[in-house]
């Protein structure tokens, strides 16, 4: 489980994060909403052009002939054809366990809980089934702020200065 608590700034987790999302090329989003301004939308359309394929899932959405982000969008896990490799949850943690469950069913390699979602139970089996597992982290600051991307948000400019700019 990787979550804020480490005991030291030294994050000793991070070459963890840095494996998991350098494996990972094709992202399933349960709970990617179509909306440009939500949270999930952003990532998911972060991670597109950081060349992650991403596929969405919400029942919403399924049945748009467009998808999401150029994606076609299923209702549910177990509707997707092909292998996924990394399952990024943006709902309750409430409703983490029977997505756990469809992610070990389709052979993903790891279970992202975005931040805020947090089901412990959900977590440990798929830990014990082998599936990697983040809880309460968001994959496009994880990815940013490991592989250099914090400046996409305007975040990290290069220039360190105490002087006002402008």
């Known amino acids: 489980m ?9 994050h000793p987790e991070n070459s963890q994060l840095r494996r998991i999302l350098s494996q990972a090329r094709r992202i399933a989003v349960v709970g990617l909403s179509a909306e440009w301004n939500r949270p999930s939308y952003f990532a998911a359309k ?17 049945a748009w002939p467009e ?6 969008c299923y209702a549910r896990l177990s509707d ?17 366990l029977p997505i756990a469950e469809q992610a070990i069913a ?30 309460n982290r968001c994959v496009k600051i994880e990815h940013a702020r490991l ?3 914090l400046h996409w948000a305007g975040v990290n400019t290069g220039v360190i200065s105490a002087r006002r700019m402008g």
Do not use: T
């Open 67 to 72: 998808g999401i982000l150029g994606e076609r």
């Open 46 to 62: 972060y991670m597109q052009q950081h060349g992650y394929r991403v596929i969405p899932v919400n029942p919403r959405y399924a």
């Open 147 to 149: 592989f250099g991307g």
């Open 2 to 10: 990787l979550n804020d608590d480490s005991p030291d700034n030294s």
């Open 80 to 96: 997707i054809p092909e292998p996924v490799d990394l399952v990024d949850v943006f709902r309750r943690s409430e409703d983490v």
């Open 106 to 135: 389709l052979g993903a390699r790891g279970l992202w809980q975005q931040i805020g979602v947090e089901n412990a139970q959900a977590d440990a089996l798929v830990r014990a089934a082998g599936l990697d597992s983040v809880m």
